[in-house]
C-alpha cells in the first residue's frame, strides 16, 4: 500500500513523537510503500499494521472495525 509520508509525519506529530516524525523525515521517501519500506518504518519504530488502522480511510476502517479484533 501507498502512503503519503506527510501522513506518517502528521500521525506521529499528533501522537507526541516528534523525535521519530523528526527521524522519520530524514529517511523515508516521500511515498512510502508499505512492502518495500517494510524494514525502514520497522528500524524507525513504526508498526505497519497499526499504522494503517490509524490513517484515514486505512486497513482499520476498510475492514469495519473488524481490524481491531485482529490488532490490526
Known amino acids: 500500500m501507498q502512503i503519503?509520508?506527510?501522513?506518517?509525519l502528521d500521525l506521529l506529530r499528533s501522537t507526541g513523537d516528534t523525535g521519530k516524525a523528526d527521524q522519520?523525515?530524514?529517511?523515508?521517501?516521500?511515498?512510502?510503500?508499505?512492502e518495500r519500506?517494510?524494514?525502514l518504518l520497522s528500524n524507525l519504530g513504526i508498526d505497519v499494521n497499526a499504522l494503517l488502522s490509524k490513517l484515514p480511510g486505512g486497513l482499520g476502517d476498510k475492514l469495519g472495525g473488524i481490524g481491531d479484533k485482529f490488532g490490526l
Open 4 to 8: 503519503d509520508k506527510n501522513q506518517i
Open 24 to 34: 522519520a523525515e530524514k529517511e523515508l521517501p516521500d511515498q512510502v510503500d508499505t
Open 37 to 39: 519500506d517494510s524494514g
